[in-house]
């Protein structure tokens, strides 16, 4: 029996106890706390401050509540998922994205019509309300780890238009869309940037994320000719399940010009 003796709300303190019990090491990762009844015994306190101090935890990221299991001990461990994020060209043309094979489509890619945001725009080199093709889809690696992954296409109308095979299909594959712009004569390179956020309700309803689970989002942009912007793609999936990782090389410092 532990006797709780601190100051603040009582579902506070409970919390507070708990909490220690997770960080000492008590309470493993993954492991299953015990039922309300056993801390309702443990702390003295009733059932609505347990269930008040299991929902704060929750709220913090440390406990996951599992319908019908109970509450466990978030992991502090490593992600399941390292996401290559190189790109190579294979013969024939061919763009190959290292370890992307590891994804099935869960559900049918969605090709539509949509107009830029001020975010989009300014990575498209674009203003708002510039008219897109769009293309999502469902990624699923339920074989392996069952993690989701949303991964979203754009493709603004100037482009398409200037290149008929994506105007024709603008929902293609990421590599056959870079397999297209660069049939079109475009010397391609990518630039990518990635952020942790909180999901939006439909993005962690979609991506079955645990409470309090930020969001790594990925934002890849093809650039072409003059550096130009050609494609965006966005990849939005659970920071406790994955992590990207880069092959990093040394450019060339430029020449600089003697005066004579």
């Known amino acids: 029996m532990t006797e709780i003796q601190r100051p603040g709300a009582l579902y506070q303190q409970v919390a507070a106890a708990i909490r220690e019990a997770i960080l000492s090491g008590e309470f493993a990762p993954e492991s299953l706390l015990p039922s309300e009844a056993q801390l309702m015994a443990r702390y003295q306190v009733s059932r609505p401050t347990v269930r008040n101090a299991i929902a704060a935890l929750r709220a913090e990221g440390l406990v996951d509540v599992r319908h019908g299991k109970g509450s466990f001990v978030r992991s502090d461990g490593h992600p399941t998922l390292a996401l290559d994020r190189r790109i190579q060209h294979a013969p024939g043309g061919k763009f190959v994205m290292p370890g992307g094979d ?5 559900e049918e890619p969605s090709v539509h ?3 830029t945001t001020k975010a989009t725009g300014q990575l498209l080199g674009l203003g708002e309300e510039e008219e897109l093709f769009g293309c999502d889809r469902l990624l699923s690696d339920a074989a392996a780890t069952s993690t989701r992954a949303m991964h979203r296409t754009l493709i603004p109308f100037e482009v398409a238009e200037s290149v008929p095979a994506l105007a024709e299909e603008p929902g293609q594959q990421p590599t056959a869309v870079y397999a297209v712009l660069a049939k079109a004569g475009h010397k391609l390179w990518w630039s990518e940037t990635v952020r942790a956020r909180m999901p939006v309700p ?48 040394a450019d060339k410092q430029p020449t600089r010009r003697r005066h004579t």
């Open 202 to 249: 439909d993005e962690r309803a979609t991506l079955q994320l645990p409470d309090a689970t930020p969001i790594l989002h990925l934002s890849r942009i093809t650039h072409g000719t003059d550096d130009r912007p050609l494609t965006l793609e966005e990849l939005r999936i659970g920071a406790d399940r994955a992590e990207a990782a880069y092959r990093i090389t």
């Open 102 to 106: 590891v994804w099935d489509e869960a």
């Open 113 to 115: 019509r949509t107009r």
